[in-house]
């Protein structure tokens, strides 16, 4: 029996889904309110993530109670900060799941944090909806409670990989990356599709997430003879690894980064000119080609929280508006299990941004694409859009 059929079995045991006793008991859910909550990042590291997401989650889910709401009952987010702290988070969680009674958690922040809180979700029956993080674990192994909208790190360097040897020619793939759970699943995408290309790394180099010097690992990668460099890093590394090189005088080699380093500050650099990464949608700017749609959205976002919204913004804005579809899907009758039935029903969705996700009663992972950006003079410049391996 599989894990999904198990789940909707004792759900069907347990709680009597889909019934009207199932109605008044389901959590989160009132006869006026629907409650969703988050942990996140509003003063820590990753802020600059958190803050963005739930600013235009928040914006979301205000324009569709000013419309009336879903099925007659409007959406309260309760939002916690857990400044990219594991107890916090912890003690979060905690509120949210058994004070608030939160039906589900909509973009939580960050892998290590997602990765300790989810068994805590599952075991009370509460969804994991659209985490920012690019962690495999947020959708492997398969759980019933586990969606996300945003790219994994390891598909996004298997992408990259097949991309450069295949369309740049590349021929010595290297890699530099954390000596994390993150940096090791960017080696193990890289040598997984390495592999399957018939080639192997021809060097790699680790680091501590909190190491500021990288002449000598740049001069081996260099002395290697690597012209693919893929990244596990982020942004601080990624600028620091940037600097060395372009100092070093190295030129004739393609850095590639993913999700995790994909930022203004990061192409703000003189170092960071070239700079490629695989990510799941693109950054935008305020002089930009928009729909009206889009310029609509851009507007409204500066005139509530004065200041620009930048790809957080956007992964933000979208998992509210897959939440609104999945709510209004499921119709009055609203359970737990209904939410993730709408939720795998949605198979052609497009966001206002014209970018693709679908999932299915086996496929939790929602972008099955990747965007190929570069650094060019100070701005983020998409190339390519649905690129696979």
């Given at each position: 029996m599989s894990v999904r059929i198990m789940w909707l079995?004792?759900?069907?045991?347990?709680?009597?889904?889909?019934?009207?006793?199932?109605?008044?008991?389901?959590?989160?859910?009132?006869?006026?309110?629907?409650?969703?909550?988050?942990?996140?990042?509003?003063?820590?590291?990753?802020?600059?993530?958190?803050?963005?997401?739930?600013?235009?989650?928040?914006?979301?889910?205000?324009?569709?109670?000013?419309?009336?709401?879903?099925?007659?009952?409007?959406?309260?987010?309760?939002?916690?900060?857990?400044?990219?702290?594991?107890?916090?988070a912890m003690s979060a969680a905690n509120k949210l799941i058994n004070r608030d009674n939160v039906l589900a958690i909509v973009l939580g922040v960050g892998t290590p944090l997602n990765n300790a809180i989810m068994p805590i979700l599952f075991e009370a029956n509460?969804?994991?909806?659209?985490?920012?993080?690019?962690?495999?674990?947020?959708?492997?192994?398969?759980?019933?409670?586990?969606?996300?909208?945003?790219?994994?790190?390891?598909?996004?360097?298997?992408?990259?990989?097949?991309?450069?040897?295949?369309?740049?020619?590349?021929?010595?793939?290297?890699?530099?990356?954390?000596?994390?759970?993150?940096?090791?699943?960017?080696?193990?995408?890289?040598?997984?599709?390495?592999?399957?290309?018939?080639?192997?790394?021809?060097?790699?180099?680790?680091?501590?997430?909190?190491?500021?010097e990288f002449t000598a690992a740049i001069l081996r990668l260099k002395n290697a003879g690597c012209d693919l460099m893929l990244m596990g890093t982020v942004h601080r590394d990624t600028i620091l690894v940037l600097d060395?090189?372009?100092?070093?005088?190295?030129?004739?080699?393609?850095?590639?980064?993913?999700?995790?380093?994909?930022?203004?500050?990061?192409?703000?650099?003189?170092?960071?000119h070239g700079y490629y990464a695989f990510v799941h949608m693109a950054k935008l700017y305020?002089?930009?080609?928009?729909?009206?749609?889009?310029?609509?959205?851009?507007?409204?976002?500066?005139?509530?929280?004065?200041?620009?919204?930048?790809?957080a913004a956007m992964e933000g804005y979208r998992a509210a508006d897959l939440t609104i579809e999945a709510l209004q899907r499921a119709g009055r009758d609203l359970t737990t299990e209904g939410l993730v039935q709408a939720l795998e029903s949605i198979d052609n969705y497009t966001d206002i941004f014209g970018y693709r996700v679908s999932f299915g009663p086996d496929k939790h992972s929602g972008a099955t694409e990747s965007v190929l950006s570069q650094v060019q003079n100070g701005r983020w410049v998409k190339l390519e859009q649905a690129i696979t391996y």
């Amino acid at each position: 029996m599989s894990v999904r059929i198990m789940w909707l079995s004792l759900c069907l045991v347990l709680a009597g889904c889909g019934g009207a006793e199932q109605s008044a008991q389901q959590r989160g859910v009132t006869d006026t309110e629907i409650v969703l909550g988050v942990y996140t990042d509003l003063s820590g590291p990753t802020a600059i993530w958190g803050v963005g997401a739930t600013n235009a989650a928040r914006m979301r889910f205000e324009e569709i109670n000013a419309a009336g709401g879903v099925h007659g009952r409007t959406i309260r987010y309760v939002v916690e900060d857990t400044s990219y702290q594991v107890p916090k988070a912890m003690s979060a969680a905690n509120k949210l799941i058994n004070r608030d009674n939160v039906l589900a958690i909509v973009l939580g922040v960050g892998t290590p944090l997602n990765n300790a809180i989810m068994p805590i979700l599952f075991e009370a029956n509460v969804p994991n909806l659209f985490p920012i993080s690019g962690g495999r674990q947020m959708v492997e192994p398969f759980h019933p409670l586990k969606f996300t909208q945003r790219g994994i790190y390891y598909d996004e360097v298997r992408a990259s990989v097949k991309y450069f040897v295949e369309q740049q020619g590349k021929k010595a793939p290297c890699v530099i990356y954390q000596d994390t759970d993150y940096g090791v699943e960017i080696l193990e995408g890289a040598e997984d599709q390495a592999a399957a290309m018939g080639l192997s790394l021809a060097e790699v180099s680790a680091h501590k997430p909190t190491d500021s010097e990288f002449t000598a690992a740049i001069l081996r990668l260099k002395n290697a003879g690597c012209d693919l460099m893929l990244m596990g890093t982020v942004h601080r590394d990624t600028i620091l690894v940037l600097d060395a090189a372009r100092k070093m005088g190295w030129e004739d080699v393609a850095w590639v980064g993913n999700n995790a380093a994909y930022a203004q500050v990061v192409a703000d650099q003189e170092s960071g000119h070239g700079y490629y990464a695989f990510v799941h949608m693109a950054k935008l700017y305020a002089d930009d080609d928009m729909t009206p749609e889009v310029r609509a959205w851009w507007d409204a976002y500066v005139a509530k929280y004065g200041e620009e919204p930048g790809l957080a913004a956007m992964e933000g804005y979208r998992a509210a508006d897959l939440t609104i579809e999945a709510l209004q899907r499921a119709g009055r009758d609203l359970t737990t299990e209904g939410l993730v039935q709408a939720l795998e029903s949605i198979d052609n969705y497009t966001d206002i941004f014209g970018y693709r996700v679908s999932f299915g009663p086996d496929k939790h992972s929602g972008a099955t694409e990747s965007v190929l950006s570069q650094v060019q003079n100070g701005r983020w410049v998409k190339l390519e859009q649905a690129i696979t391996y």
